[in-house]
């Protein structure tokens, strides 16, 4: 990893440094600056330009490339889309026709939500049954709600204790708490 900002990660390929576009959920994951790290890309070939995105895991990735594939969506939502909800509630999301949700994200309205759904409600796959996933991913969606920068309220969610014994409200003040530790 040569270096790590809001939104990208350089990461050194024999001596060659690849700026990589990524998600909050990745910028989160990703280890300090100077060790090793492991990036799922995906490039995009256009006219004037080639830009790589970059991905913590496969899941995500292959979620990026599905939206992809929505009309009206391009990479800069597709990225914000992942940057403001963990795979799992995004993909319950979509799989519940859950549109109030997908708005909750800077830059999707109405009519992209609805189209997100309509392209995407039976292509997402089965949905992880794993309630904290869900739980977390509307953890993460009060806080950004809240005004809290993606990458933050993503590594607040990730220092939570694991489970989902507590109710989401409990567990937004738990991320609070981290966020805003006095």
């Known amino acids: 990893m040569a270096a790590v900002g809001q939104g990208f990660a350089v990461i050194d390929v024999g001596g060659v440094g690849l700026r990589a576009l990524v998600p909050a959920s990745t910028t989160a994951k990703l280890p300090a600056v100077g060790t090793r790290a492991k990036l799922f890309t995906h490039l995009l070939v256009r006219e004037d330009a080639l830009t790589l995105y970059g991905f913590a895991t496969a899941a995500e990735l292959e979620l990026f490339e599905r939206l992809l594939s929505v009309s009206g969506l391009g990479p800069a ?68 709600a809240m005004g809290f920068p993606a990458t933050e309220s993503q590594a607040a969610v990730a220092k939570l204790p694991p489970g989902n014994s507590l109710p989401v409200e409990e567990r937004v003040r738990q991320a609070l708490a981290i966020l805003r530790p006095e």
């Open 77 to 144: 939502k597709a990225l914000a889309l992942l940057s403001g909800s963990s795979v799992n509630a995004l993909r319950a999301d979509i799989a519940r026709e859950n549109t109030a949700a997908l708005t909750r994200i800077p830059g999707i309205g109405r009519r992209i939500a609805a189209q997100i759904v309509l392209d995407l409600k039976d292509k997402v796959g089965p949905i992880e049954t794993e309630a904290a996933s869900d739980t977390d991913g509307e953890v993460l969606a009060w806080l950004t």
